[in-house]
């Protein structure tokens, strides 16, 4: 996210009362579980076909070092 968007956002952010910030954070807590599930739905619809052909399985360490390469990239592009 650009910072002149994140700037906007916490400006604005800034504007609300105590009640809309609590219905803000319900909404972004939902987004990131809608994402999580998403993921995982995706994950465990090719796991089988992974183990059908011998790929062994990642640790969580390797997943989180593919995740921050794959964000460097997609920095680096912009």
Do not use: N, Y
Not at 25 to 38: G, I, N, P, Q, T
Not at 48 to 70: M, N, T, Y
């Amino acid at each position: 996210m650009g910072a002149t968007i994140e700037q906007g956002l916490i400006s604005k952010l800034r504007m609300l009362s105590p009640q809309q910030m609590a219905v803000v954070e319900d909404f972004v807590e939902f987004l990131a579980d809608k994402s999580r599930s998403l993921a995982l739905g995706r994950l465990l619809t090719i796991a089988p076909a992974l183990e059908a052909a011998g790929v062994p399985p990642i640790s969580e360490e390797e997943i989180a070092a593919e995740v921050k390469a794959a964000r460097a990239e997609r920095r680096a592009r912009k």
